[in-house]
């Protein structure tokens, strides 16, 4: 008899596997993947290549709580994340800052003037709802044509008016010279990548680790008390509200034998590509090697389910689970799955941070 079942070997599930085996309880742990790391895996090709196998995961931080924790299982590799978008023939820093404008407009505006430069150009928008109404509010029409628009229809397969601003609100409109993806406090890599860091989390004598097992099957075999769950709420309650959608992506792998592919770690196609991004991952890793592999991203409806949909009808479905879950006591649901947030890792890790003191009475810390 395990105190804990719980379903998805990823950050959230991870998390509260250890969490848990640390005060006492015992565990056992299933994944439908043959490998542990949920989203994040990581693993070496066949070139000998560090990658990433469900596309380029960055960490990034503005929580210490959530830091502290997983440096427990990981040193940690100093990185801060560039990307480039191909606009007009040209590769230019994204997100926006004061280099982009004036490299694509050949303009020379400055900390003093970009400021004026976005509020000449925006159409004001109060209270914007959709990701088009968040993007022209700040930056004006054209930049949003030229690097919103047309990324996110096919990220999402949706026009930006009919996703919730907070999904183009992830990426800033910078007024200086800073260059960086990422605007937190912490940024970093595990030095030996996400898999090692996830081996060393679950290796624990009160956890047990079952891979390739779907938990229906699992549930069938072992008796436990409670269950954690972390794979999509909707599939848990056999869709009886109706699938929630998920974005899904096809990744195609290439090795090429030169050192390097491209001049940063991403570059974005806000364009007629019908993939979205390049990342190569040696940038991102830290690895020298005379060889380097690179993924294409190519978002589908169908496949696994990696991205929730935040727009309004999807919240009022989610909205329908939540209620299921909230009434099904002796499971917890927990991971941007189960609790269809659009949640970056370190959101992921705070969530199960939070969820354990729950369990377990502790205090939570500032989360
Ligand atoms: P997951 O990682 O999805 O883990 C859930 C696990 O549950 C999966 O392994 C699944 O196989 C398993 N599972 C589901 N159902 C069942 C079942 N019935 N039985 C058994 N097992 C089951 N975040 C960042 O912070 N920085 C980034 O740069 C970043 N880049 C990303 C890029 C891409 C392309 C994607 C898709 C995501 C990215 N993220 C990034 C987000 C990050 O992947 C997630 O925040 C994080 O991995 C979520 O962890 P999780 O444990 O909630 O879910
Ligand atoms: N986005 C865009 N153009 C870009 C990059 C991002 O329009 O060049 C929009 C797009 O809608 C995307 C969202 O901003 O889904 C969030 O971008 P982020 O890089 O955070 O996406 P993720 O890494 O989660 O796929």
Not at 122 to 142: F, N, Y
Not at 287 to 306: A, C, F, I, N, R
Not at 308 to 321: I, M, S
């Amino acid at each position: 008899m395990f105190d804990y079942l719980i379903v998805g070997a990823g950050f959230a599930g991870a998390v509260c596997a250890e969490r848990l085996a640390s005060r006492g309880r015992s565990v056992v742990v299933c994944d439908r993947r043959p490998h542990v790391g949920g989203n994040a895996y990581d693993h070496y090709d066949s070139a000998g290549i560090l990658v990433h196998e469900y596309g380029p995961h960055i960490f990034h931080t503005d929580n210490r709580r959530v830091f502290d924790y997983l440096s427990m299982f990981t040193r940690w590799r100093s990185y801060e994340h560039h990307v480039l978008a191909d606009v007009g023939g040209k590769l230019l820093p994204f997100p926006i800052n004061i280099d982009t404008v004036n490299k694509l407009y050949g303009l020379s505006l400055d900390e003093n003037s970009i400021g004026r430069y976005f509020s000449e150009h925006a159409e004001p928008c109060e209270h914007a709802k959709t990701s088009e109404q968040a993007v022209v509010g700040k930056i004006g029409r054209d930049l949003y044509e030229k690097f919103f628009r047309n990324y996110t229809k096919k990220q999402w397969g949706l026009d930006p008016s009919e996703l919730d601003a907070s999904v183009a609100a992830r990426v800033p409109a910078r007024m200086s010279h800073d260059d960086r993806y990422f605007g937190d406090a912490i940024q970093a890599m595990p030095a030996q990548g996400y898999t090692h860091m996830f081996d060393r989390m679950l290796d624990h004598p009160n956890i047990w680790v079952v891979l390739g097992v779907d938990d229906r099957l699992l549930r069938r075999e072992v008796c436990y008390r409670k269950m954690i769950y972390t794979g999509p709420v909707d599939g848990f309650f056999d869709h009886r509200y109706g699938p929630l959608p998920y974005r899904s992506i096809q990744f195609s792998f290439e090795t090429h034998a030169s050192d390097k592919f491209q001049p940063e770690a991403v570059v974005n196609y806000p364009n007629e590509h019908e993939y979205t991004r390049i990342t190569e991952f040696k940038y991102v890793t830290g690895q020298l090697h005379p060889k380097t592999t690179v993924v294409y991203e190519y978002p589908t409806s169908d496949g696994d389910p990696y991205y929730p949909v935040p727009r309004p009808q999807n919240a009022d479905v989610y909205r329908k689970y939540k209620a299921l879950a909230d009434g099904t006591p002796d499971v917890h649901f927990v991971g941007r799955l189960a609790t269809y947030r659009y949640y970056n890792m370190d959101q992921v890790v705070g969530q199960a941070l939070a969820l354990v003191d729950q369990l377990e009475g502790t205090k939570a810390k500032a989360a």
